[in-house]
């Protein structure tokens, strides 16, 4: 992604939160960001490599966590008698599909995931940008794909299909620089902590987000599978705890990028 000013938020979506508003212009660096979420199968190669028993890979805080509760996979992974790993969803356990985005896993897990891989999560103004931002024209744009509403040709929505899609799926919903899936499939940890934006005002009442900022809340983007269309867009926000692992959260990673 070329380096920059970007209009990041808005100030006309009207079902727009008081969090993802006012826009605002903010300048972002140079960056490379992966064109899908990472996957199962690049996650299985982190737990070979013994990405759970390495301190190295892990914050203080999070490798207390993992420590503490014996974690050494994503939520509802367990092996079978062999050497095959099985994940539940829904009820129904099955092998797990190495072609898919990785699910279920903790701020955590996904930073040191991105550590280990030599990388790093996006900042939310990185996220923000590849999934709106179109060189051609320099303006935001509501979604990847340009500014209609999504359709069942741009991203996995509304249940429709009760997990993500493999990665690489939803071409027509690619943004102009080919990354896909920024919108719908999982919700993608970033490593920004949840803040206002410059100038924000609370409504409809100061609980709704405000009291949520600060250092303890990561920002998540782009929605997941089970997100109704109305409530996602280019600019929603998400905001939970780094240690929370039963959301349909997963991620991609980045990295700095000379400038051009």
């Not at 490798?63 to 099985?86: K, M, T, V, Y």
Request: net charge neutral; glycine share 10%; proline share 10%.
């Amino acid at each position: 992604m070329p380096g920059g000013p970007f209009r990041m938020g808005t100030s006309d979506e009207p079902w727009a939160l008081d969090n993802e508003r006012p826009a605002h212009i903010r300048m972002v660096a140079p960056f490379l960001i992966d064109t899908v979420p990472v996957t199962n199968g690049a996650y299985l190669s982190f737990m070979a490599d013994g990405g759970y028993h390495d301190e190295r890979w892990w914050r203080p805080e999070g490798w207390a966590q993992i420590r503490r509760h014996g974690i050494e996979a994503p939520l509802f992974w367990r092996r079978d008698s062999g050497d095959r790993w099985l994940r539940r969803r829904f009820g129904a356990t099955g092998p797990v599909a190495e072609d898919e985005p990785v699910l279920h896993v903790s701020w955590y897990e996904a930073d040191a995931y991105a550590r280990w891989a030599g990388r790093r999560l996006p900042t939310e103004a990185e996220w923000e940008k590849a999934a709106r931002y179109d060189p051609a024209t320099g303006r935001s744009r509501r979604f990847p794909w340009g500014d209609a509403d999504p359709g069942p040709e741009h991203a996995n929505l509304a249940q429709r299909h009760l997990g993500p899609a493999p990665a690489g799926s939803y071409p027509q919903g690619a943004s102009p620089l080919g990354v896909r899936q920024l919108i719908g499939d999982v919700w993608e940890w970033t490593a920004s902590d949840f803040l206002g934006y410059p100038g924000f005002k609370a409504f409809p009442y100061k609980e709704y987000s405000e009291v949520f900022f600060g250092p303890d809340h990561k920002v998540l983007r782009g929605g997941s599978f089970a997100v109704d269309p109305v409530a996602c867009r280019g600019t929603f926000r998400n905001w939970d705890l780094p240690v929370r692992r039963q959301i349909f959260a997963g991620f991609r990673t980045a990295r700095d990028a000379e400038p051009a």
